[in-house]
């Protein structure tokens, strides 16, 4: 398979090169990552700011790979439009260090990455471990040889018009595998307000994660089956109209 | 009711000026705009380390009355957090209005939209949000022009409220601009999702030789051989009909789901 690679955290960061030095023992693989450490980039793109630039690397063997002054959706719309000879097959977003789960997907680079993908028509998949030391390359190690062993599973499960999210809990058991929908609940961010020597206000987050509410368990979708030590699987669509509620809104009598 | 009025432009931009004075008129309202560029954000968040800087604007006044007003810099979603999460933590508005953009958001688009992405933001705290797109117009459009828009927003704003959908469901309101609030046709319900946008690049050389990238946004390859479906939002939106999309945030594939469940299970 031709396979395009491309993360949050930065195309030399070591969750991108564990995955593609696995990947690349069986298949053609191309890394097209940000420069820099996008963490929190959602779906953001850069459009009428300024322009990106891309940059050719020789660090792998046999792994070509570009950086692009951009986000991750950044780096999919021009690897597809502009830096990839071929289309690829597949393209695999990850390994980020922290879970996406829930609601928090739409705030993930990483998972975004993987919807961009899927809109222009490719078959995505968004990885996310915990993992202990985040810049120890042999620490990703684990879920790498887990995604290149189940490669052909779980990009046959990538269901049309969207995308897969598989998360790995801490310690890895392949047989512990679950298929699960997201999970919602999450709680507002808190801030702190601090006024600087200046006179300007400032909003700190409090807690970088964010966090669910008490009853988001008792939903048993990616978060507690996360919890429970599996590796979680939900596949997500990419049309976000809420089919169930075009009656309620027809009965809410908005009119002219 | 109290409304948080959200805006991507500025606080003097007329899409917010004309929507926050018509909805004054009646209601307690809470105005908050970014400075600096905000287009296609949809739900980035600025973990970087960097705290969001933000200003409470003392003197905006509309309609010769005070407003609560805050401008921010950091991104659409960094903003509604902020205002749900601490100006407005123990006030929380009975509505988040999100808008008016000048852009709509079909199909995919509502990915990357900002707007879109600040009433996702506003679901995820479970209060009820809108966001209110009219077509591009580059440099933007006038008061003028914006009136109806807001008018129509003025008018059904209570029904937006407790219109009682699902808590993991927002609307996205897409408003022709008309001459006048006469020329609307009707109000419609529909998803207008087969026309959406993609990201193609137009490449270009600098003085220095290098190559660099401007994103422009062209129609689907397929959608644009398709002829629009008389039935479809687009179709009516051009007949200058009010079309409104509600969308969820909970994007998990039940039926993809299902099956999948079913194999693994055996």
């Known amino acids: 398979m031709k396979i395009l690679i491309t993360n949050e955290a930065g195309c030399f960061h070591p969750g991108i090169v564990a995955l593609a030095k696995e990947l690349c023992k069986d298949h053609r693989v191309c890394i097209v990552g940000p420069l820099t450490k996008q963490v929190g980039a959602g779906h953001s793109l850069t459009v009428d700011q300024r322009p990106l630039h891309a940059q050719q690397w020789y660090v792998l063997d ?13 780096c999919v719309a021009l690897a597809l439009d502009k830096l990839l000879l071929d289309k690829p097959d597949l393209i695999i977003s990850g390994i980020d260090f922290v879970n996406n789960h829930g609601n928090m997907i739409y705030t993930s680079g990483v998972v975004s990455a993987a919807v961009e993908g899927a809109i222009q028509g490719v078959k995505s998949m968004a990885l996310s471990a915990v993992i202990k030391n985040e810049k120890k390359e042999r620490d990703y190690r684990a879920v790498a040889k887990f995604v290149r062993r189940k490669l052909e599973f779980l990009a046959s499960k990538i269901p049309d018009f969207g995308l897969l999210n598989v998360n790995f809990p801490e310690k890895i058991k392949p047989k512990r595998l679950m298929p699960t929908h997201l999970t919602d609940g999450l709680l507002d961010n808190e801030y702190e307000i601090e006024v600087n020597p200046f006179g300007s206000t400032f909003a700190w987050m409090k807690n970088p994660l964010r966090e669910y509410s008490l009853d988001a368990y008792e939903q048993k979708g990616d978060l507690y089956w996360l919890k429970q030590g599996y590796i979680t699987i939900t596949p997500l669509k990419l049309d976000l109209l809420k089919g169930e509620a075009l009656d309620t809104l027809q009965k809410a009598g908005i009119k002219l | ?59 905006y006044t509309l309609n010769g009355t005070r407003i609560p007003a805050y401008k921010f810099q950091g991104t659409p979603a960094d903003m509604i957090s902020v205002m749900l999460g601490n100006i407005m933590r123990h006030r929380k508005p009975h509505l988040v209005i999100c808008g008016i953009s000048n852009g709509i958001s079909l199909g995919t688009d509502v990915f990357c939209s900002s707007n879109i992405g600040m009433a ?70 529909s998803s207008m999702d087969n026309l959406t946008k993609m990201t193609r690049y137009l490449e270009k050389v600098d003085c220095k030789g290098n190559i660099y990238y401007w994103a422009q946004l062209v129609e689907r390859d397929s959608a644009a051989k398709t002829e629009i479906s008389p039935t479809a939002g687009m179709s009516y939106f051009k007949k200058n009909y009010i079309i409104m999309a509600p969308l969820t945030y909970n994007c998990t594939d039940t039926a993809a789901l299902a099956e999948m469940q079913k194999e693994i299970g055996k």
């Open chain 1, 62 to 74: 046999n792994i070509k790979m570009w950086s692009v002054d951009g986000t991750p959706c950044d």
């Open chain 2, 120 to 189: 996702m933001q506003a679901s995820f705290s479970n209060v009820p949000a809108i966001s209110v797109g009219v077509p591009m117009q580059i440099g933007g459009h006038s008061e003028a022009e914006l009136l109806p828009v807001a008018q129509f927003v003025a008018k059904n704003v209570e029904k937006f409220a407790k219109a009682k959908l699902p808590t993991d469901t927002f609307l996205n309101i897409t408003i022709p601009i008309v001459k006048k609030y006469d020329d609307y046709q009707g109000v419609g319900i």
């Open chain 2, 1 to 59: 009711m109290n409304i948080l009025i959200a805006n991507v432009r500025n606080l003097e931009s007329p899409e917010l000026r004309v929507l926050a004075s018509e909805l004054a008129k009646k209601h307690s309202v809470t105005v908050c705009s970014l400075e600096g560029p905000s287009r296609q954000k949809g739900n980035a968040f600025s973990y970087s380390g960097f705290p969001i800087k933000f200003k409470q604007i003392s003197n």
